[in-house]
């Protein structure tokens, strides 16, 4: 069974850093491109970021670019979303969820998001 | 950035009635449009990809159609677990936006 399981969502001050973490199992991690979508309290969702599954290729949304680093471990099976320079419109839940599935090279299945974890709360106050 | 309009933003129907949602993008996406069917205190669920592949276990009163930049989400016959915020979701160019989300109430 596939499984995404976030964590590190907790309350942290304006202008403050953050590292999410997105365990994965039940899959072939290294085949899968991992993405990051939040959701602000009561609002819609909002793509983030994703990595392709080498790691290599990376894209952010303008809301977040430059301030939110997006890795990958393919051995542990995990994706980390470091968050710095926070303000209180990056608060909401943070949700990891695969997308493409490449093999040999190829990628299919890239536009859509398949698999979604519970989520981690984000909460930016003072 | 490519915008997605959904309509209507409420939606209030009964048990069987046949549900219509709209998704409008603000350029041509091809057929890249998904819908997410999302419940309270819960993470999305993907329905349906490449604007009318019903995702694995999906039931088929759910179907999809469209092209370019319209594209609708059809309930055949409402049942009581379809009550829920539904989403649709484009993909041009490693760029992924959602609409605003259509809430699904009980008349």
């Known amino acids: 069974e596939v499984q995404l399981v976030e964590s590190g969502g907790t309350l942290v001050q304006p202008g403050g850093s953050l590292r999410l973490s997105c365990a994965a199992s039940?899959?072939?991690?290294?085949?899968?491109?991992i993405h990051w979508v939040r959701q602000a309290p009561g609002k819609g969702l909002e793509w983030v970021s994703n990595?392709?599954?080498?790691?290599?290729?990376?894209h952010y949304a303008d809301s977040v670019k430059g301030r939110f680093t997006i890795s990958r471990d393919n051995v542990k099976n995990s994706v980390i979303l470091q968050m710095n320079s926070l303000t209180a419109e990056d608060t909401g839940l943070y949700y990891c969820?695969?997308?493409?599935?490449?093999?040999?090279?190829?990628?299919?299945?890239?536009?859509?998001?398949?698999?979604w974890g519970q989520g981690t709360l984000v909460t930016v106050s003072s | 950035d490519i915008q997605m309009t959904q309509s209507p933003s409420t939606l209030s129907a009964s048990v069987g009635d046949r549900v219509t949602i709209t998704c409008r993008a603000s350029?041509?996406?091809?057929?890249?449009l998904a819908w997410y069917q999302q419940k309270p205190g819960k993470a999305p669920k993907l329905l349906i990809y490449?604007?009318?592949n019903l995702e694995n276990g999906v039931p088929s009163r759910f179907s999809g159609s469209g092209s370019g930049t319209e594209f609708t989400l059809t309930i055949s016959s409402l049942q009581p677990d379809d009550f829920a915020t539904y989403y649709c979701?484009?993909?041009?160019?490693?760029?992924?936006?959602f609409g605003q989300g259509t809430k699904v109430e009980i008349k």
């Open positions: 990595i392709s599954t080498s790691g290599t290729f990376i």
């Open positions: 350029q041509s996406v091809n057929t890249w």
């Open positions: 490449k604007t009318s």
């Open positions: 979701q484009q993909y041009n160019t490693y760029s992924w936006t």
């Open positions: 969820a695969t997308g493409g599935h490449c093999t040999s090279g190829l990628c299919h299945d890239v536009a859509h998001f398949q698999h």
């Open positions: 039940g899959f072939t991690f290294s085949n899968y491109e």
